[in-house]
């Protein structure tokens, strides 16, 4: 009987062994600050920093800032959290130019047509999210990512005037936004700045003439991060992004226009004189261009960008870019690529430079986005600068989603360990979201 | 108690002659007595087991036999993100992979014949992911599951040589699920379900040669099983808005089981002891692509190509038995697989890895009749990569641990 009970109790040895199944235990690397003093961090830039998107400054987009994204994983080597101007929660927000922002919906089109498209989240924005100040001294803000915000207004005493995004963060409405950084006496800031320098020329087709100059553009670069690094603080300054990759200026196809069999003749026998020809299928559009002939009107090249802002509406029905060439405004031409190429180009090794000379980490924004321009995958996600289906930009084609947020976010991360020795862990850019689809 | 501390002993005495292996999804555990030994034993006949060992080793049977076997896999992955650091763990289901053999042993003129029927589960993998891991658009669950029956003969030539061949009936489902990066208006993101069964054939066959009253030598050769998915399940779920794009419907879709070439070696000095090893070849190299066709395709639903580039390796597993009384035998062994997963290929599905394992196990025979085996199988492995495919960069940690049991009648 004594053994007949034995395998009983071995099986029983060998169940609990089992059910002990110890699972493999957490050693993952803690987060480090290596070099940084992150008493106090500061978030400066444009509306990318500070959760500008879908054309618009909301509660929500600010939670998905560039500035907030970076603000918690520097929580985890002991930095400050992130002190942000909020937009209530409950307002739809506003933007720069008075809007509702966008989301994705349903649009009818001159045809009748319904296909998702961006639209308006209301006829006009929340203007009273901005109109009151928020300033509080004994809390003072450390993000100050100011939709619209160009390099040559830091010293500008009148910016609350004329930004009421600033306006309603700043101590006294003619202290200069340097001076405001200033007094937060940061001992780490990161600082994306000059992409509205080059969006205001990209975006009206070349025809508002600001780009500024190299001198002018440099002057103001140093002064900003002279004054910024005064007190020995450390910083992450970032690259100008070539914007002509962004789907703002990449979704509308240069050769759009489709022409069948009755069409097509028409329009050879209107522009065959010009030395213009026309085939079955797609063809380019007509643009307006007054070195062309004396008509001022040629075919768009390929090389050549459409904006997001040409009205399709006139395309599809109102003979825009076939019989009324596509005005000035609503292209980038190759000189003006070109122009605007270059300058990014200049401006960008100067921020290289001046990198080198403070001894700064450097984000290569330009790269970051031209990545994205190229797709690449991360953790089974393509990510692309395709419009709304790539996955990273908002519906304004410009500023980022929540997701692409967090990819730049984990390119700021990257430069700042290279430089700082310091192992702060990148995001997860999959747990934010992307375009949300009806 | 002294039997066990020779046993442990010798064990650690042998280890590095002593390797087996359990790869890629491959599951191991098909025989009680050889999982006691470190999942080797092609070169002698324990049990009606051999139906599936080696064929061959069946036609040394001199009685008939039923053996019905389970064993439970406890099996734990850790992921640990490279770049945010952070950690998530699998919630498998416990696997229960399970075998039965039946054994039918003629007499008189028909002597030298054997003929028997295995039912059992060499391939198979259930892996679920925490629902919200950082890997979740690559892989949230994998159910694969394979059923083989195998109808055999084996026959005795001579006193020493005995070869044994079956047919295989593979009879098995597939269920593939991930999350889509697309997000409905709540922010809910997208699902995808591919689910469906599967069928295939192989055959298995083996030759047993005993060299002398000590030394007996086996090879044995299971076919690759090509198991195909007609008419599959897919399924998903999106924004409304999309679901034009992703039609639900059908899929077709292969998945190729390889084949292992075995030689086992079975060394008896004397009545209380043996020593077994087993040298496996699997040609896991037909696991080149993993593929999806589906029937209807959009712009957004195309049909995909995963590469696996599986390479064919080698593993070595081994072990002894005491046969410490008429009731008790003791088991003790080990093995070590190479991984046939590539570096760049490595997936959340088989986080696999060159693996070292160890066993043991006993028997108690009851009686002429009845007997109970049992075996623990543990292993340790890790991995870390950057799959080319997904990006995605992490370490595995797979830990598991396998009781099982088996009940022998024989008469």
């Known amino acids: ?438 | 108690m002294n039997s066990f501390i020779k046993i442990i002993f010798l064990f650690f005495g042998l280890q590095v002659g002593v390797f087996s292996y359990g790869q890629g999804f491959q599951v191991n555990f098909q025989g009680q007595k050889q999982q006691g030994m470190g999942c080797a034993g092609a070169a002698l006949n324990l049990d009606a087991s051999s139906l599936f060992f080696n064929p061959g080793a069946s036609a040394f049977a001199n009685k008939s036999e039923v053996n019905l076997a389970g064993t439970t896999i406890f099996a734990h992955v850790l992921y640990t993100d490279s770049t945010t650091q952070t950690s998530f763990r699998t919630q498998n289901p416990v696997g229960t992979p399970f075998s039965a053999y039946g054994l039918y042993h003629f007499k008189k003129s028909l002597e030298p014949l054997s003929i028997g029927l295995a039912v059992y589960t060499p391939f198979g993998s259930t892996v679920q992911w925490d629902p919200n891991w950082i890997g979740r658009f690559a892989l949230t669950r994998l159910s694969l599951k394979a059923i083989f029956f195998q109808p055999t003969f084996s026959y005795r030539i001579s006193e020493r040589f005995g070869l044994g061949a079956g047919f295989v009936l593979s009879n098995g489902s597939v269920n593939l699920q991930k999350d889509i990066p697309i997000q409905d208006s709540l922010g809910q993101f997208g699902h995808a379900e591919l689910a469906g069964k599967a069928i295939g054939f192989g055959y298995n066959g083996g030759i047993l040669y005993h060299v002398n009253h000590k030394f007996s030598m086996g090879l044995s050769y299971r076919s690759k099983v090509n198991m195909s998915v007609n008419n599959g399940n897919a399924s998903f779920t999106v924004p409304s808005a999309l679901v034009s794009s992703f039609p639900n419907g059908t899929f077709s879709s292969q998945l190729p089981l390889p084949s292992v070439l075995t030689l086992g070696l079975c060394f008896t000095p004397n009545a209380k002891w043996s020593f077994v090893l087993d040298i496996n070849r699997v040609n896991w190299k037909v696991y080149d692509t993993l593929a999806f066709d589906y029937a209807q395709n959009t712009s957004a639903l195309g049909d995909t190509k995963s590469a696996r580039n599986y390479k064919s390796i080698c593993a070595f597993r081994g072990g002894a038995a005491y046969t410490a009384t008429k009731k008790w035998t003791f088991r003790l062994g080990g093995g070590f697989g190479f991984t046939p997963v590539q570096s760049g290929y490595v997936t959340p599905e088989t986080p696999d890895a060159n693996r070292l394992y160890g066993t043991c196990g006993f028997s108690f025979t009851a009686n002429h009749h009845f007997s109970i085996d049992a075996s623990l199988y543990a292993t340790r492995m890790q991995r870390t990569d950057k799959n080319l495919e997904t990006q995605l960069n992490g370490t595995f940690t797979t830990m598991a641990f396998a009781p099982g049991i088996s009940l022998n009648y024989r008469w």
Request: with cysteine; aromatic share 10%.
């Open chain 1, 1 to 438: 009987m004594v053994m007949n009970k034995q395998p009983f109790l071995l099986l029983a040895v060998f169940a609990t062994l089992a059910l002990l199944s110890c699972e493999p235990k957490v050693k993952s690397q803690l987060p480090s600050k290596g070099e940084l003093d992150v008493t106090k961090v500061v978030y400066i830039g444009d509306g990318q920093m500070g959760g500008y998107m879908n054309d618009g400054l909301k509660n929500e987009g600010q939670k998905n800032s560039l500035a907030n994204i970076l603000a918690a994983q520097f929580e985890l080597i002991g930095s400050n959290p992130a002190n942000i101007p909020w937009i209530n929660s409950a307002s739809i927000g506003i933007s720069t130019t008075g809007l509702a922002p966008l989301h994705l919906g349903y649009k009818t089109d001159c045809q009748g047509n319904v296909s998702l498209s961006p639209i308006r989240d209301a006829s006009i924005g929340d203007l009273s999210s901005i109109s009151q100040s928020c300033y509080n001294a004994n809390s003072p803000f450390t993000v100050f990512g100011i939709p619209g915000l160009k390099l040559n207004q830091f010293t500008n005493t009148s910016l609350a005037g004329t930004n009421a995004f600033y306006n309603r963060m700043c101590a006294t409405p003619n202290t200069s936004l340097l001076d405001e950084l200033l007094a937060q006496n940061a001992t780490f800031f990161q600082l994306y700045i000059g992409l509205e320098d080059v969006l205001d020329y990209a975006k009206s087709g070349g025809t508002h003439e600001t780009l500024p100059s190299d001198l002018l553009f440099q002057q103001n670069y140093e002064q900003v991060v002279q004054n910024l690094t005064a007190n020995g603080a450390k910083g992450a300054i970032a690259t100008i992004p070539d914007v002509s990759q962004m789907p703002y200026f990449t979704t509308i196809p240069w050769n759009g226009l489709t022409l069948d069999n009755s069409n097509v003749g028409t329009l050879n026998n209107i522009y065959n004189p010009l030395g213009f020809y026309f085939q079955l299928g797609a063809n380019p559009f007509m643009m307006v261009d007054s070195s062309a002939n004396m008509f001022a009107v040629r075919q768009i090249q390929s090389s050549e960008l459409l904006l997001l802002s040409l009205p399709l509406d006139s395309v599809k029905c109102n003979q825009m870019g076939v019989l009324f060439p596509i005005r000035d405004e609503f292209v980038l031409d190759a000189n003006e690529l070109s122009m605007l190429r270059g300058k990014i180009q200049s401006y960008n090794n100067f921020i290289r430079q001046i990198a080198q000379t403070y001894n700064l980490a450097l984000v290569n924004t330009d790269q970051f986005v031209s990545n994205l321009a190229d797709g690449f995958t991360y953790n089974g996600v393509s990510m692309s600068a395709k419009f709304v289906s790539g996955g990273a930009y908002s519906l304004d084609g410009i500023y980022l989603n929540p997701r692409g947020n967090a990819h730049f976010a984990n390119a700021f991360i990257k430069a700042i360990n290279q430089k700082y020795h310091s192992t702060i862990p990148e995001v997860n850019a999959n747990k934010f979201d992307g375009v949300r689809f009806p």
